[in-house]
Nanobody, 127 residues
C-alpha cells in the first residue's frame, strides 16, 4: 500500500496562485499513476489533473488547462499541483490519488480507478 499526504492549501485571493504537494510513503517502489481531484461543498468529487508514472503524459480537465500544472518527482515520491489565476469556483478540498500501473504512460481520470487517497487539503479562493 501507499500512503498519501497533501499540503499547501490555504486562502488566496482571486487571481492568486497556490502550490499543492502530495507526499507518498509506503510501497513507493511500485509504479503509480497520480491524480489530483477536488470536491466542492454539495458537489461530487471531480478530476482536475493526472500524470503518468514516467511523467511523459499529463492530462487536465478543461477548467484547469492553461492555469494548473501537475508534476512529479519520483526520486522524492512527491506530486505537485501548481495553480495560477485562481478563481472562486476553484474553492474545494483537493485530494491526491494514486493507482498502481503496469504501463508507464497510463493516466486515469475517474476516481474509481484510484484505490489510494490522501486526506485532502482545503483551497479557498476569495473574490
Amino acid at each position: 500500500q501507499v500512503q498519501l499526504v497533501e499540503s499547501g492549501g490555504g486562502l488566496v485571493q482571486a487571481g492568486g496562485s497556490l502550490r499543492l504537494s502530495c507526499a507518498a510513503s509506503g510501497r513507493t517502489n511500485n509504479r503509480y499513476a497520480m491524480g489530483w481531484f477536488r470536491q466542492a461543498p454539495g458537489k461530487e468529487r471531480e478530476f482536475v489533473a493526472g500524470i503518468s508514472w514516467s511523467s511523459g503524459g499529463t492530462y487536465y480537465t478543461d477548467s484547469a488547462k492553461g492555469r494548473f500544472t501537475i508534476s512529479r518527482d519520483n526520486a522524492k515520491n512527491t506530486v505537485d499541483l501548481r495553480m495560477t489565476s485562481l478563481k472562486p469556483e476553484d474553492t474545494a478540498v483537493y485530494y491526491c490519488a494514486a493507482a498502481q500501473v503496469d504501463v508507464f504512460g497510463v493516466i486515469f481520470t475517474t476516481s474509481d480507478r484510484y484505490p489510494y487517497w490522501g486526506q485532502g487539503t482545503q483551497v479557498t479562493v476569495s473574490s
